[in-house]
């Protein structure tokens, strides 16, 4: 059995050396690691979203492979394509970039509704279906994707469909001085994130997403979570609150919380600390609260995660 604690601590502390002063954001990713499940981190331009896919990508042993998102691309380009093999006398079918176990799929939100959607079926399914044959991804396979804010010039908002596959959403923030101090300096030679080498191989991750859904979770817990999840159905501010799947990705999550933590069991604030980031991508506000979307939602969930007493 894999020693998760000593496995995710150097998977950490790899990552860290590249992305520095993201503690939150990175234990995040991991979280999302090991429930076997995706991740996007919105923000800005230029605060380390790509750095922190690309570090955790070249962590991991396995295939690694990098989609720029751009208003032309097509389906096929993230899918594969059926072409003509003139030896063969037929159609064979040719895999594209999403057959790996770590796609970045870098500024999603540039690409058209279409070609976002062509996601849909690897991300549930972990598989992509092609002139009627079906063709299973390798495990494991988890998409980091990169967006923009939506209000920034040639970004497209992501279809509610897709949100509700990727199991949280994080924005990364400015780093503190210090830490910007060291960005600096550990660039003056190039991109430190080139010169990373995998800390752990393919079946130590599937063994660790094997122990995370061993992780116990508590009934008194197990009520705690679906009380918040009534919360955001009830609450006035949202059209629609969260559905079941995200229920089960917020048990997922928390029992993936807890495996970092070197624990085999949850507790409450594993479901507090980890409801806004998976909650909030996953409920539809009410028009008044579109203008500033992300950070208006995500206000109502924590105050929801605040009302609703937890177990003691």
Known sequence: MVDSAQVIERLETCIRSVVLGKEDAIRLVVVALLAGEHVLLEDVPGVGKTLLGKALARSLGGRFRRIQFTPDLL????????????????????????????????????????????????????????????????????VIATQNPIEFEGTYPLPESQLDRFLLRTPLGYPAREAELDVLTSHRDGEPVDRL????????????????????????????????????????????????????????????????????????DDVKQLAVRVLAHRVIPKGYLHGDRREAVEAVVERLVDDVPAPV
């Open 197 to 268: 080498e995998p800390v752990l191989e393919c079946g130590q991750i599937v063994e660790l997403q094997r122990q995370v859904r061993a992780v116990e979770v508590d009934q008194a817990i197990r009520g705690y979570l679906l009380d918040l999840i009534e919360a955001t159905r009830q609450c006035e501010e949202f059209h629609v609150g969260a559905s079941p799947r995200a229920a089960l990705a917020l048990y997922r999550a928390a029992q993936g919380l807890a495996l970092t933590e070197g624990r085999q069991y949850t507790v409450p």
């Open 75 to 142: 389906p096929s380009d993230i899918t594969g394509t059926s072409l003509y093999d003139s030896n063969l006398q037929e159609f064979r079918f040719r895999p594209g970039p999403v057959f790996a176990n770590v796609l970045l799929a870098d500024e999603i939100n540039r690409a058209t509704p279409r070609t976002q959607s062509a996601l849909l079926e690897a991300m549930n399914e972990r598989q992509v279906s092609a002139d009627g044959v079906t063709h299973p991804l390798p495990q494991p396979f988890i």
